[in-house]
């Protein structure tokens, strides 16, 4: 009995253990697979605000590169709270990577909580550059992870307080890279600590003796 018994402690340690500490793949707010076509650019903040329907950490900032042939300029981009409040920003160049149809930079970990909304948005400048808005043909797919609100606009650099009044994003200025938050742990320890006394209380119904030294 006492040999199934520290195999079921060290199963139930293995199993918080590897919730708190496997690494999450990176997951996108936004993909397209086909760009469509264009016929607009000029001097806006062009974004959408979105709603997580997790718990979410965003780790980069994306700007849409029309063709994948580069950016002309580099790019601010910004995560504000609905009233203005300015979370994290970054700054996207044609040097950054390419991933998709957008080019990323990151930042440093932002936790955004579900059922908060946010919005994102990014700057274009009155160079041709990538953001065009689209004519048709665009396929967009954007993450069950994610609700999109609507789209936000403004003329100039600055939060895009605007409201297009639709969740429809045209154009697909800006997106971002995230994984789902991971648990803490004292969440994770927890988990453990409430096994290990369902145990307990199981063999000491049998009159077993049970003895566990928890050290935090």
């Known amino acids: 009995m006492q040999k199934a018994f520290v195999w079921a402690v060290y199963i139930c340690a293995q199993i918080s253990l590897s919730l708190y500490c496997s690494p999450a793949d990176a997951d996108y707010a936004m993909t397209i697979n086909n760009q469509g076509t264009f016929s607009f650019n000029g001097n806006w903040t062009l974004g959408y605000e979105f709603s997580p329907n997790v718990n979410i950490t965003v780790s980069s900032l994306g700007f849409f590169d029309w063709d ?39 930042i440093s970990d932002l936790d955004l909580v579900a059922g908060n909304n946010y919005v994102i948005g990014g700057y274009n400048y009155t160079v041709d550059d990538a953001v065009r808005s689209d004519v048709g043909g665009m396929n967009i797919t954007t993450s069950p992870d994610i609700s999109i609100v609507d789209g ?29 938050a991971v648990p803490e742990p004292a969440s994770a320890g927890s ?14 119904r049998r009159g077993d003796e049970c003895r566990v030294n928890i050290k935090i």
């Open 191 to 204: 988990a453990v600590v409430l096994l290990l006394f369902m145990l307990c209380r199981k063999q000491n």
């Open 68 to 106: 994948q042939d580069g950016l002309a300029q580099t790019h601010d981009i910004g995560i504000w709270t609905t009233t203005g409040t300015l979370l994290t920003s970054a700054a996207v160049s044609g040097a950054d990577p390419l991933d998709g149809a957008f080019r990323y930079s990151g």
């Open 152 to 180: 936000r606009w403004i003329g100039g650099l600055a939060f895009p307080v605007n409201s297009t009044g639709s969740p429809v994003v045209y154009p697909p200025t800006v997106a971002f890279q995230y994984t789902l």
